[in-house]
C-alpha cells in the first residue's frame, strides 16, 4: 500500500508524462507541417514513449491498491523554431522530468517504500538514454547546420526510427 503522499507525488508524475506525450504530439505535428517527416516520425515515437511511461506508473498505482487521479494536460507549444531549437527544448524539457524522476525516488527513500524505489529504477534508467539520444541528435544538428544536406540526411535517419513497447504482454 503506498501512502498519500507518494500516490498524489506518481498521480502528478503521470501529469508530467502526459504533457510530455503531448508535447512531443505538438513537435511532431509541426515538424510533419514543415516538411521534415523523419522528425515527426521520431517524435511521434517519442509520444508513444511517453504515454506507455504514464501507464507504467498508472498500472503500478493501481496494483498498489490505490486511486489514479488523472489532472488537466497543460496545453503544449505549436510553434518551436529549428530543429536544433527543438532538440535544445527537448532536452531542457527531459532534464526536467529525470528531476522528477530523481525528487520520487528521494519521496521513496524517505518513506522507505522499497517496492516503488524498485519501480522507480526503470525510469531512472530510461532518463539516461533520453537525455543521451537528445544530446546525440543536438551534436548531429550542430555538426550539419541549419539547412543542407545533413539535415535531410538526419530526416532520413530519424524516419528510420520504430515504437518498441516497453509494456509486459498479457
Not at 20 to 32: D, I, P, R
Not at 85 to 103: A, C, P, R, W
Not at 122 to 135: G, L, P, Y
Amino acid at each position: 500500500m503506498l501512502c498519500d503522499k507518494m500516490v498524489d507525488a506518481l498521480n502528478g508524475q503521470i501529469n508530467k508524462e502526459m504533457y510530455s506525450a503531448y508535447l512531443y504530439m505538438s513537435m511532431s505535428a509541426y515538424t510533419e507541417f514543415i516538411g521534415l517527416k523523419g522528425f515527426a516520425n521520431w517524435f511521434y515515437i517519442q509520444y508513444q514513449e511517453e504515454m506507455e511511461h504514464a501507464m507504467r506508473i498508472y498500472n503500478y498505482i493501481l496494483e498498489q491498491g490505490s486511486q489514479v487521479k488523472l489532472m488537466a494536460i497543460k496545453e503544449p507549444p505549436t510553434e518551436f523554431g529549428s530543429p536544433l531549437e527543438m532538440f535544445e527544448q527537448t532536452l531542457e524539457h527531459e532534464k526536467y522530468v529525470t528531476q522528477s524522476i530523481n525528487d520520487l525516488v528521494e519521496l521513496a527513500i524517505e518513506q522507505k517504500d522499497h517496492a516503488t524505489q524498485i519501480f522507480l529504477q526503470w525510469f531512472v534508467t530510461e532518463q539516461v538514454e533520453e537525455e543521451a539520444n537528445d544530446n546525440e541528435i543536438i551534436d548531429k544538428l550542430k555538426l550539419t547546420g541549419k539547412e543542407g544536406g545533413g539535415l535531410f540526411m538526419i530526416n532520413r535517419e530519424l524516419a528510420a526510427r520504430v515504437f518498441k513497447s516497453s509494456l509486459k504482454k498479457e
